[in-house]
């Protein structure tokens, strides 16, 4: 498991670039292309289970899903940021992607820190340290539970 | 205790007596806007829709803007998908390249009506705030869901109430004014939130209201919102809307705002926002005389008339300078004609400017106008980030149209005052 670590305002251009927006639409075309501008390193080495920390304002800018849709189809396991822009945070409960927002952990994370996570407990262990985050409120555990927006809202469909 | 206008148009949308902040509430939008995407977004849910088909016709908003006319095959198939998926579902709101930018062209078209609730696939979508609208964007997955069940969640918001005082001064626009107030409050200064606009609103334009709420996204903010006032009306009646079609709504005297802020516009400057975050403003002054390799005049930010024509009072009878070159980009047909009708497209067109195709073009960079490595870019665009128009290794100012005009005749950044005096 690698932990990578970004700054504050990753924006959506740096996670995925707008000139590939209506080039790329499946995930493996988009993971190529994932935090190119950013970290040249990641497309290549990311791998299943990894978690990736972010600053303040994580994933601000164009209403671009690729970046979800791609980190999740990478197996990124969470991402966890001191805030997140609204557009980024509904597309992650809409592809399942777990988003952890939690400042202290953020802060506390020095590199070759162990990081463990329980999403059902809301805890995150950084370096041995405990750090609580709020959980998600249940309409939206529904959807993520659901496997996402698109299962959910056909389970809703099936129901009417 | 009062209520803020986001609290009562998601009390109203959801059938609700009353909302507070951080309750989800369940609505149907009275629009949902999808673009080019909207081939990627109905990729999503063939089988879906061979099924059940759109829940709501009248809902979806369609026009292709972001890659028009098409750059390669792949663009010109996405469009035919789009196409093709608004004339089999019968959507009567379809809208093809040419038309303009998306943003623009939900105003002008009539979509855009007071207290309505409208929700888009682009972060944009906050502009109809300028005529009393929450609009707000989302992804391409929740407008795929819209299209199957015509209805999503929101949660309701807390308010920030920003008070406008005075009036702009000469060579000042609602940019260097939004591009303030967003260096200040910072990129994420608004997270969450909804942002009104309060005090002498009288004093902007719609098509500067329209400038400002369109930046609401880089405050972070859900949605950035103007009360309804005689300018308003005016606008929605130039362009055919009968004033009973609308209900405004705004906020109580007594709501309750996270945070109140004032602004003394005449004390406004001209001022940029330097690479690579919107926050990053400095006044013009400070970075004078910067080189400048490429500037824009337009967009969805600043594509209106009234922008081309105050470049066009600067560039009347001068030429750009060869060490730089000039795009406009008009936000739409109507505005294209219009500037050209008025002959101010002649002017710009006569100063060296090089006129492209009511859409995005250059603002994403897809095609039209990408920038090569180490060259800088003035644009009246909404962003500056990092490789976005194209070219990770370029740089991107953002500033008001005065300023980017007067600096294209010198090919460096240039306050737009001195240029206006001489």
């Not at chain 2, 967003?182 to 005090?199: K, L, N, R, T």
Request: glycine letters at 10%.
């Amino acid at each position: 498991m690698t932990v990578w670590k970004y700054g504050d305002d990753v924006n959506t251009d740096m996670l995925f670039p707008g000139k590939y927006t209506y080039t790329c639409a499946t995930a493996e075309e988009i993971k190529p292309h994932l935090l190119e501008d950013l970290d040249p390193e990641f497309a290549g080495k990311a791998r299943e289970g990894d978690i990736i920390f972010g600053g303040k304002n994580f994933g601000c800018g164009s209403s671009r899903e690729q970046p979800t849709l791609g980190l999740k189809a990478v197996g990124v396991r969470a991402i966890v940021a001191k805030s997140f822009a609204r557009i980024f945070y509904r597309s992650s409960i809409n592809q399942g992607l777990l988003l952890v927002e939690c400042p202290e952990a953020v802060d506390a994370y020095k590199e070759g820190d162990g990081v463990e996570l329980d999403a059902t407990a809301g805890e995150i262990r950084v370096g041995g340290k405990a750090f609580a985050f709020p959980k998600l409120p249940p309409e939206i555990l529904a959807i993520r539970d659901a496997g996402g927006l698109l299962p959910y809202t056909r389970e809703m469909l099936k129901k009417k | 205790m009062g209520k803020t206008f986001a609290e009562k148009v998601l009390a109203a949308k959801s059938g609700q007596a009353e909302v507070v902040p951080g309750q989800i509430v369940i609505v149907s939008p009275d629009h949902l806007l999808t673009h080019d995407n909207t081939s990627a977004i109905v990729g999503k849910i063939k089988d879906d829709l061979e099924e059940h088909g759109v829940a709501r016709a009248e809902m979806p908003v369609i026009v292709l803007d972001h890659v028009i006319p098409a750059a390669s095959e792949k663009h010109a198939a996405n469009h035919r998908t789009a196409r093709e998926f608004a004339e089999k579902q019968k959507l009567p709101h379809f809208y093809d390249i040419g038309v303009g930018v998306c943003h623009q062209v939900l105003m002008e078209k009539g979509h855009a009506l007071p207290g309505r609730l409208i929700v888009g696939s682009d972060s944009h979508t906050c502009s109809y705030g300028a005529v009393g609208v929450f609009s707000t964007g989302v992804d391409r997955t929740e407008s795929a869901a819209l299209y199957l069940r015509g209805e999503t969640w929101l949660r309701v918001p807390d308010t920030i109430k920003i008070t406008l005082h005075g009036k702009l001064r000469p060579g000042v626009s609602a940019k260097d004014l939004v591009l303030t107030i967003i260096g200040d409050i910072g990129a994420d200064g608004a997270a969450y939130q909804a942002v009104e606009f309060h005090g002498d609103v009288k004093n902007l334009s719609i098509e500067e209201r329209f400038t400002i709420a369109n930046m609401g996204v880089e405050m972070g903010a859900k949605i950035a919102v103007f009360p309804v006032d005689g300018a308003a009306r005016a606008y929605l009646a130039s362009i055919g809307v009968d004033e009973k079609a609308y209900e405004p709504v705004w906020a109580d005297e007594d709501a309750h705002y996270i945070r109140k802020l004032s602004y003394d516009m005449d004390a406004i400057e001209p001022v940029v926002a330097a690479p690579h975050t919107v926050d990053n403003i400095k006044k013009v002054s400070e970075l004078e005389g910067l080189e400048i390799d490429q500037c824009l005049i337009g967009t969805c930010t600043n594509g209106r008339l009234s922008d081309f024509a105050a470049a066009a009072s600067i560039l009347k009878g001068k030429k750009v300078s060869p060490r730089t070159r000039l795009l406009v980009l008009p936000a739409s047909r109507a505005i294209y004609e219009e500037a050209m009708e008025k002959g101010i497209l002649a002017i710009l067109s006569r100063a060296g400017g090089v006129v492209l195709p009511p859409g995005c073009g250059p603002c994403l960079g897809a095609h039209q106008g990408a920038l090569a490595p180490g060259e800088k870019c003035l644009s009246t665009a909404n962003r500056n980030f990092k490789g976005r128009m194209g070219c990770k290794e370029a740089e991107i100012y953002l500033a008001g149209p005065e300023t980017v005009a007067a600096s294209a005749i010198h090919g460096r950044l240039t306050d737009p005052r001195k240029e206006m005096t001489r």
